[in-house]
């Protein structure tokens, strides 16, 4: 019988999503100090630029301003 560890279910987990067309990155592949930082600090969990440009992908007939406040409206949700 194998083990349940923390891995196997994160592996689990990243399956589900890629498998939903999520797309996986490793985490130090973005971190603030590599070749492609999408993120300021290593606190970061919302990737800025990323999260915009789903944001207008969902949603092409909104106008910039309501987009503009749906990610506010998201990291005001996030924030602590």
């Known amino acids: 019988m194998s083990r349940m560890t923390e891995n196997v279910i994160e592996e689990f987990c990243i399956e589900l999503l890629e498998k939903q ?3 996986y990155i490793y985490a130090p592949d973005i971190a603030p100090d ?3 930082p999408l993120r300021s ?3 970061d969990v919302l990737l ?4 915009s440009d789903a944001v207008a992908r969902i949603n092409p ?3 910039h301003e309501a987009r503009q ?3 506010k409206e ?4 996030h924030s602590p």
Not at 48 to 51: A, G, N, T, Y
Not at 74 to 77: A, C, P, S, V, W
């Open 41 to 43: 600090d290593f606190d």
């Open 61 to 63: 007939s909104i106008p």
């Open 69 to 71: 406040e749906a990610i």
């Open 34 to 36: 590599s070749d492609n």
């Open 21 to 23: 067309g999520y797309e």
């Open 74 to 77: 998201i990291n005001r949700i």
């Open 48 to 51: 800025s630029s990323r999260l």
